[in-house]
């Protein structure tokens, strides 16, 4: 029996295949969701969470009380992935090192393992919508523990095109690499005071994407 992770995977892929197969123009409105679903053969809520990611990495647009459309055939940035990632993994990096240098409270670090369990839940149980949201809400919480407000403020500007980024991810099936032990490993450099296993781990995270 195939687990929810691999329907929403299937469902993304044949949503794909289905803009490619039929030529779909940008600004072509797609099937109703009850077709949707009987075309496609998966539950509402699969469909509902394949939508999600193709909406967040821009491919689908959903308009409230009219349908979904196709808003975009190919992503296209002013920047490349690349760019991106190691704009991330830069801030990231710094803020892991300040916050395992710090003398952090107990509960601020418990906030920081909730959402990566939060994190790693959600991947595992195919709900990628809220994985990706989980994903970048462990990461921001560490930049916040760096206590450097201009880290802070810098990957908030690059938030939303995060979103975007690991949707893309997301829609490269084959290539998609989990990484739940390695982001334990960033937070296990935290909390052990150790800044490099924390860097090491996250490097391995921008490599592995």
Known sequence: MKNQRNLVNETIEALLNYIAENDLAIGAKMPTEPQLVEMLKVGRSTLREAVKILVYSGVLEVKQGSG?????????????????????????????????????PAERLIILKEKLFERNKHLEEGEFSKYILSDLAFHLQMVELSGNPFLLKWYNEIYP???????????????????????????????????EKARAALIEISQAN
């Open 68 to 104: 979904t459309y196709v808003k975009s055939r190919q992503l296209t940035t002013e920047y490349t992935d690349e760019n991106l990632m190691t704009v991330k993994t830069m801030l990231e990096i710094q803020a892991a090192e300040l916050a395992a240098a710090a003398d952090l």
């Open 161 to 195: 095109d995060l979103i975007t980024l690991l949707s893309s991810q997301i829609l490269k099936i084959d290539a998609f690499q989990d990484t739940i032990v390695l982001h334990n490993q960033v937070y296990e450099g935290i909390i052990e005071k150790n800044p």
